[in-house]
């Protein structure tokens, strides 16, 4: 795909007012309550001991995870082992999921411009797919097989639209690049 594509896909999404608005309300208060945090933990939130971030060495567990689920969930005669096999890779991954939220949430909150909008949109994004799945997690164990299959599937996709975002942070916004994200960019 053609980078002036993406990148213009990427403002129809991100360049709007009520956006900014919204991050401008969210992003003060997520500073607080990191600031409540002791700093060693916002540090290890941020990479800092690795002196790379950490939230993308984090989404490998629940996007592998979503995505064996996913296989799993659309093989052709589907096995009962199979379905025993992609609820646990839905569960890994959801679970696994909570660490890369905190990472990501802690890195967003120094973000500025059309790239806190932007991590903005990738932060809600892969929050729904969570959601989605942990809503799929217990369809499944309520023995609402299809729609637990409906959920994930969907969330597979939206977690899709989360990681394009988060490329673009990376590679058009230069986010983490050569440096944690503890300090202000964007």
């Not at 802690?106 to 973000?111: L, R, V």
């Not at 309520?142 to 977690?159: T, Y």
Request: hydrophobic share 45%.
């Amino acid at each position: 795909m053609d980078s002036s594509l993406n990148d213009r896909f990427e403002d129809a999404l991100s360049e709007h007012d009520w956006l900014e608005t919204l991050a401008g309300t969210l992003q003060p208060k997520l500073r607080e309550w990191l600031d409540a945090l002791p700093e060693g933990v916002v540090a290890a939130l941020h990479g800092e001991p690795l002196g790379h971030p950490l939230h993308p060495i984090l989404i490998h567990l629940p996007l592998g995870g979503w995505l064996v689920a996913g296989l799993l969930d659309f093989l052709p005669g589907t096995s009962p082992d199979n379905e025993v096999a992609a609820d646990r890779a839905l569960l890994l991954g959801t679970v696994g999921a909570l660490p890369a939220i905190a990472a990501g949430w802690t890195d967003w909150a120094n973000t500025r411009g059309e790239a806190r909008r932007t991590g903005l949109l990738h932060g809600l994004a892969n929050e729904v797919a969570f959601t989605l799945n942990v809503a799929s997690l217990l369809a499944r164990r309520r023995h609402q097989r299809r729609l637990g299959k409906v959920l994930s599937g969907v969330a597979l996709g939206i977690a899709g639209l989360g990681g394009f975002l988060g490329g673009q942070l990376v590679y058009r916004h230069g986010l983490g690049v050569g440096k944690t994200l503890a300090h202000p960019q964007g």
